[in-house]
């Protein structure tokens, strides 16, 4: 399988296959960066700020893309829902704690993060937590100095960019091969402390503490480093196991000699290192990765640059795992500065051995992503899907994340980003679509701002009102309605719902409901025209009252005539008992005579 060769590519003899299966799921599986998808939606200013737009957007949500990531870690700073973070090595490391001899390598920026002035209280800590002993990176940046003094002194370089960065060695490799020739092919600092270290202790087992996170990628991939803190996990670490750096005082230590090499983490620390600048170049540092890759696009035309590079603004110090203090970057320098001034003093008359029989060499090779390249015809195609088919089309608005349309295309056409990310364009969309609702809608619909000016009317509401004119936008709602209603539900910030009206000009009867915008930006008014209901309900009251009159007169008819009845009825009976009565009498008479 050629992609996990190549992962695995770059492990020397050194490089175990338990590291080398950490390094593959790290890689291809995990990647250095988690995120946090629930809270990461929608948003795309990572995508913004990435500088070689090594982020995808699936179902809404950023997604590294590990072939083209250069690890700057920038996203994780810029991010505003802190849905990145940075995968830690802490258990791996602190496995390796209770296995055996392992030596830290303390990034020179621990002056700043840790506000400390002396190194003794940092090994004596990392001591403590289990650390076998531990040394200053910088010690292996003396060397790495050195090799770039040799070159330079060969005079075979146009230009010469330092290699001390990996996220600018990354960038260099997959993004400007045509400044691969002026890399140097020097190790960081950090591989060439670890390989003094191993050269020493065979045993030894080497764990770099700093700031980076391309360091993460970059020690796996050398096969010299076991594992990598960073300056966060360390404070972690420190802060559960109750280690308090204050707690340690100051240890007397061996002079190492004098080591201008400390100044690394700050800008032009590299510049710094050298005792004497090399005659035939300029000396010039760049910082942050827009910086670098503006100087890396152009670098054909320079000549004789000895160019530090830093993918981090203000250099290491300000790394994305650096330790926030107050006064920023501006404060780190001055400690950093103080830091080596102090000790260049105390080690001014130490001699200094460099490194003997240790190969420092790196070869930077040319890496490639496995992204698409798409015709001219399907970024049309594309890009048509957008309503964009001329440059005048062209927005470049930045707001997908990608700096041009064309760009957007590109990363469309590679399944990086979506139609629906252009901003604009689903703004127009729902515009559109909020029209034709508007347009085409049964119902009457007006907008008015504060000053109750028309902003937007259908067909509808203008056959309600009876306004005859095609364009009436901008004119007073009171020329054409009573305002009352409007005046009041603004005056009162109130709604008003369903409320029955009357419209003389029309003769039309609607139900109205009358809504605030927020912010007090206005009102709208949406108008069923009910005419019609309220006309047939008004003739059915009348039918109704039509109906109970006849009834009315039906009742009193009949209660007339059943009183009639009645009298005609009591006059027969009383005439018929009196006939009955005098035939009771006689024929009761006729009896007794007999």
């Known amino acids: 399988m050629p992609q996990r060769a190549q992962a695995l590519r770059g492990f020397g003899k050194r490089g175990s296959a338990v590291r080398r299966l950490r390094y593959y799921r790290g890689v291809i599986m995990a990647g250095f960066l988690d995120f946090k998808d629930a809270r990461c939606k929608d948003c795309y200013k990572c995508l913004r700020e990435c500088p070689v737009k090594a982020i995808k957007v699936v179902d809404r949500h950023a997604k590294i893309i590990d072939d083209r990531c250069i690890l700057c870690g920038h996203c994780t700073k810029v991010c505003p829902q802190n849905a990145k973070s940075v995968h830690s090595e802490r258990e791996e490391v602190e496995k390796l704690l209770r296995g055996g001899e392992v030596i830290a390598s303390v990034a020179p920026s621990f002056v700043s993060s840790f506000n400390l002035q002396d190194f003794s209280v940092m090994r004596a800590a990392l001591k403590s937590i289990g650390f076998a002993d531990a040394e200053e990176t910088s010690v292996g940046a003396r060397e790495v100095t050195a090799q770039y003094k040799k070159l330079l002194e060969g005079g075979s370089y146009k230009n010469f960019i330092t290699s001390c960065c990996p996220a600018v060695n990354r960038m260099i490799e997959l993004y400007y091969p045509q400044a691969l020739p002026y890399l140097a092919p020097v190790d960081s600092p950090m591989v060439a402390h670890a390989k003094m270290i191993r050269a020493r202790s065979k045993r030894a087992k080497v764990v770099f503490i700093g700031p980076c996170i391309a360091k993460k990628r970059e020690g796996a991939e050398s096969g010299q480093v076991d594992g990598v803190l960073t300056f966060e996990d360390l404070a972690a670490i420190f802060e559960e196991r109750g280690t308090d750096l204050s707690a340690f005082a ?288 008004e003739q059915l009251d009348k039918v109704r009252s039509e109906t109970l009159a006849t009834t009315d007169s039906v009742i009193e008819k009949q209660m007339r005539v059943a009183q009639e009845i009645a009298s005609l009825l009591g006059e027969t009976t009383a005439e018929t008992k009196v006939a009955l009565l005098k035939l009771k009498k006689t024929l009761q008479s006729g009896r007794e005579e007999k």
Not at 311 to 338: H, Q, T, Y
Not at 402 to 408: A, G, I, P, V
Not at 427 to 445: D, K, L, Q, V
């Open 250 to 537: 100051p240890q007397q230590e061996a002079a190492g000699g004098v080591n201008r090499a400390k100044y690394y983490p700050i800008s032009r620390g590299i510049i710094k290192s050298f005792e004497h600048y090399i005659d035939g170049y300029e000396f010039v540092a760049v910082d942050g990765a827009e910086k670098c890759k503006e100087v890396l696009a152009n670098i054909e035309s320079l000549s004789g640059m000895f160019i530090e590079m830093n993918s981090c603004d203000s250099a290491c110090v300000n790394g994305p795992c650096s330790l926030a203090l107050k006064a920023g970057a501006l404060r780190a320098n001055a400690d950093i500065r103080r830091y080596v001034n102090a000790d260049l003093q105390k080690n001014a008359s130490a001699p200094y051995e460099p490194a003997k029989n240790i190969d420092f060499t790196c070869v930077h090779e040319r890496k490639r992503t496995e992204d698409f390249e798409p015709t001219q015809r399907q970024l049309a195609e594309i890009l048509a899907k957008t309503g964009k088919f001329t440059e005048a089309d062209m927005l470049n608005c930045g707001a997908c994340g990608y700096d041009t349309c064309l760009e957007k295309a590109w990363a469309v056409a590679n399944g990086y980003a979506s139609i629906e990310m252009c901003v604009p364009y689903m703004r127009e969309r729902a515009e559109s679509m909020s029209y034709e609702i508007i347009r085409t809608s049964p119902n009457g619909i007006v907008l008015l701002d504060n000053d109750l000016n028309i902003l937007e009317i259908n067909a509808k509401a203008a056959e309600i009102f009876g306004i005859k004119e095609s364009n009436v936008k901008g004119r007073g709602i009171f020329e054409f309605f009573n305002p009352t209603d409007f005046v009041l539900a603004q005056a009162d910030k109130k709604n008003i719902y369903n409320k029955k009206i009357f419209v003389e000009k029309t003769a039309r009867h609607i139900e109205m409901t009358v809504i605030v915008l927020k912010d007090n930006k206005g009102t709208y008014a949406v108008m069923k025209d009910v005419t019609q209901e309220t006309e047939a309900e």
